[in-house]
T-cell receptor, first 115, second 113 residues
Framework: GAVVSQHPSRVICKSGTSVKIECRSL??????MFWYRQFPKKSLMLMAT?????????EQGVEKDKFLINHASLTLSTLTVTSAHPEDSSFYIC???????????FGSGTQLSVL | QKEVEQNSGPLSVPEGAIASLNCTYS??????FFWYRQYSGKSPELIMS????GDKEDGRFTAQLNKASQYVSLLIRDSQPSDSATYLC?????????????FGSGTRLSIRP
């Protein structure tokens, strides 16, 4: 199946620092990528939709200045958590839509811990 | 009303039996339907996709779609302990890949030996 690479898989940082998470579609082109966060034993919460070459669309309640999304190419989207705080600690997952099959594939996730 | 609803479970099924997972959705214009399996601490993995009414079989898995009833289900035959996971129902509410895919809250399935 299609592969979506996400890294880092785990990051621990100090409060106030910024963290960048990368999401790459390895064997298909993805005009659309999604970013989610997931708290323990909870479902995925869509944060934003990332469209190649245009500004991301953020869900209600998600601060666009805090969660910066860049989708500069058909295979790469990045999420930067700026000035991270302990409440930002969560599991962040990206997904990409295969333009050919229209199927959605997930990255392996990034566990962010902010101290 | 939630857009995609699932029973949170846990659903406990004996090994070798059929596990039946159900999902309803509110947007009648939805076009694509997916089932994902998620193990604890891991990201979701696509199991099945279904686009038209009826049944679609893939190995031990069968997805069933009824657009009139706005209902999609997943059957797992010959359940194995490795099937124990959370199963997420997902619905694409539009016609293109740019459409939003909505997830249900997931059903926890436990296969008991």
């Amino acid at each position: 199946g299609a592969v979506v690479s996400q890294h880092p898989s785990r990051v621990i940082c100090k409060s106030g620092t910024s963290v960048k998470i990368e999401c790459r579609s390895l064997d298909f082109q993805a005009t659309t990528m999604f970013w989610y966060r997931q708290f323990p034993k909870k479902s995925l919460m869509l944060m934003a939709t990332s469209n190649e070459g245009s500004k991301a669309t953020y869900e209600q309640g998600v601060e666009k200045d805090k969660f910066l999304i860049n989708h500069a190419s058909l295979t790469l989207s990045t999420l930067t958590v700026t000035s991270a705080h302990p409440e930002d600690s969560s599991f962040y997952i990206c997904s990409a839509v295969d333009r050919g099959s229209q199927k959605l594939f997930f990255g392996s996730g990034t566990q962010l811990s902010v101290l | 009303q939630k857009e995609v609803e699932q029973n949170s479970g846990p659903l406990s099924v004996p090994e070798g039996a059929i596990a039946s997972l159900n999902c309803t959705y509110s947007d009648r214009g939805s076009q694509s339907f997916f089932w994902y399996r998620q193990y604890s601490g891991k990201s979701p993995e696509l199991i099945m996709s279904i686009y038209s009414n009826g049944d679609k079989e893939d190995g031990r898995f069968t997805a069933q779609l009824n657009k009139a009833s706005q209902y999609v289900s997943l059957l797992i035959r010959d359940s194995q302990p490795s099937d124990s996971a959370t199963y997420l129902c997902a619905v694409n509410t539009g016609y293109s890949s740019a459409s939003k895919i909505i997830f249900g809250s997931g059903t926890r399935l436990s296969i008991r030996p």
